[in-house]
Nanobody
Framework: VQLQASGGGLVQAGASLRLSCAASGRTFSRHTMGWFRQAPGKEREFVAA????????NYADSVKGRFTISRDNAKNTVYLQMNSLKPEDTAVYYC??????????????WGQGTLVTVSS
């Protein structure tokens, strides 16, 4: 599975952004998809995950109620809708794929990151 993330940018606090991650490979629909982020000087952290059917999701506490992960298996794409953005959401966002559950943070495939910058 090859992954290509896009949609990052510079926004003001309170704004919204939607990230997309396009996947290649026939097995996309079988994979759990996740989003992670890495802020400057910090370790990479889990943000959200969605199982292959879209029926189960998992979110980091820091983004619950503000971010929504979704997927369109027909388009081989996973999305991260980010609302009410805060300066602390500034980071490089990565999409990833694995064959495990939404609670498994060990991912097999990673895309390149897309930078999200939130100004105060």
């Amino acid at each position: 599975v090859q992954l290509q993330a896009s949609g990052g940018g510079l926004v003001q606090a309170g704004a919204s952004l939607r990230l997309s991650c396009a996947a290649s490979g026939r097995t996309f629909s079988r994979h759990t998809m996740g989003w992670f982020r890495q802020a400057p000087g910090k370790e990479r952290e889990f943000v959200a995950a969605i199982e292959w059917s879209g029926g189960r999701t998992n979110y980091a506490d820091s983004v619950k109620g503000r971010f929504t992960i979704s997927r369109d298996n027909a388009k081989n794409t996973v999305y991260l809708q980010m609302n009410s953005l805060k300066p602390e959401d500034t980071a490089v966002y990565y999409c990833a794929a694995n064959l495990g559950s939404v609670y498994n943070h060990d991912y097999d495939y990673w895309g390149q990151g897309t930078l999200v910058t939130v100004s105060s």
